[in-house]
């Protein structure tokens, strides 16, 4: 088994900045993939940014590149989206993933709103 819990959400101001953390524990491949999805109310959950283990390939939705960026400290079992010029459309709720082949594990979420 593997825990996700998120940390980091808020209400913030169009332009404004935010940085969510997520700390994975459990049972922990060392080959695996940690990303942030968010899902808006009556919208489906997307995938926002994604870090792979090793050699950390980024992937990046197109709403959010050149706005957010993801890291992860292998060390602390933690990956971060640090959100910079935010904008009302990104108000969401934001899940922490860990996916080890086909192995989905999700965090309960934390609630990000923006306000114009």
């Known amino acids: 088994q593997v825990q996700l819990v998120e940390s980091g959400g808020g209400l913030v101001q169009a332009g404004g900045s935010l940085r969510l953390s997520c700390v994975v524990s459990?049972?922990?491949?060392?080959?695996?993939?940690l990303g942030w999805y968010r899902q808006a109310p009556g919208k489906q959950r997307e995938l926002v940014a994604s870090?792979?283990?090793?050699?950390?390939?980024?992937n990046y939705a197109d709403s959010v590149k050149g706005r957010f960026t993801i890291s992860r400290d292998n060390a602390k079992n933690t990956v971060y989206l640090q959100m910079n010029n935010l904008e009302p459309e990104d108000s969401a709720v934001y899940y922490c993933?860990?996916?080890?082949?086909?192995?989905?594990?999700w965090g309960k979420g934390t609630l990000v709103t923006v306000s114009s």
């Open positions: 993933n860990y996916r080890q082949r086909i192995i989905n594990y």
């Open positions: 459990g049972i922990i491949s060392s080959i695996n993939t």
């Open positions: 870090i792979t283990s090793g050699n950390g390939v980024t």
